[in-house]
């Protein structure tokens, strides 16, 4: 199993230019979300999903967008990328039913440099 | 969803001592969860206590849960060089709800 794929790994972008942050994972699970984490903090939530079709804003949902066609993608648009927005971003995935669930699956981040 | 508080921040220990770190919550859970994050990676799920049960063990990892005092504890025994990682908890209500991460505790294992 590949678990959840994030791709690219790194990417730097001009201020003002838009880009899809891509996440991917192959286990069948419902839930999904997206994680920002800065230097030296904690992990904060941005989107996440319970579901196809479904998506719900997190902790800072400010400057990004979501959306859940299938279950298996769910990509990270970045709307007019701004310095602020510089930061390591994490997917992760798992079941929502707790009888399954065994915990989150996370990717190995994307680090995004906006200059 | 709720966040987990980890104690300590930072902790800094010998090769081969015992790590232990807290993590407190506010209301009740379904579950509760620790994570790793070695430095520049991704969390890497640890283990996952549910909340009828008040001890798991996993390899050198040992994990006790009370409800009662809305707290979990983590223990790593005999640590080495390469647990040294950020260690976060994650309590969960239900499956629908998002975890919510703390600052975590570094700790560091110095050979």
């Known amino acids: 199993n590949a678990g959840v794929t994030q791709t690219p790994k790194f990417q730097v972008l001009k201020t003002g230019q838009s880009m899809t942050l891509q996440c991917a994972q192959d286990?069948?699970?419902?839930?999904m979300s997206w994680y920002r984490q800065d230097p030296g903090m904690g992990l904060r939530l941005i989107h996440y999903?319970?579901?196809?079709?479904?998506?719900d804003q997190g902790e800072v949902p400010n400057g990004y967008n979501v959306s859940r066609s299938t279950t298996e993608d769910f990509p990270l648009r970045l709307l007019s990328a701004a310095p602020s927005q510089t930061s390591v971003y994490f997917c992760?995935?798992?079941?929502?039913?707790?009888?399954?669930?065994?915990?989150?699956?996370f990717g190995s981040g994307t680090r995004l440099t906006v200059v | 969803s709720q966040q987990g508080e980890e104690d300590p921040q930072a902790l800094s220990i010998q090769e081969g001592e015992n790590a232990t770190m807290n993590c407190s919550y506010k209301?009740?859970?379904?579950?509760l969860q620790w994570y790793r994050q070695n430095s520049g990676r991704g969390l890497v799920h640890l283990i996952l206590?549910?909340?009828?049960?008040r001890e798991k063990h996993s390899g050198r990892l040992r994990v006790t849960l009370d409800t009662s005092k809305k707290s979990s504890s983590l223990l790593i025994t005999a640590s080495r060089a390469a647990d040294t990682a950020s260690y976060f908890c994650?309590?969960?209500?239900?499956?629908?709800?998002?975890?919510?991460f703390g600052k975590g505790t570094r700790l560091s294992v110095i050979a």
């Open positions: 992760a995935s798992s079941y929502t039913d707790l009888r399954r669930h065994y915990g989150y699956t």
């Open positions: 286990m069948n699970h419902e839930y």
């Open positions: 999903s319970v579901g196809a079709g479904i998506t």
């Open positions: 209301t009740s859970i379904n579950n």
């Open positions: 206590i549910r909340s009828n049960e």
């Open positions: 994650a309590p969960t209500s239900s499956g629908n709800t998002p975890l919510v």
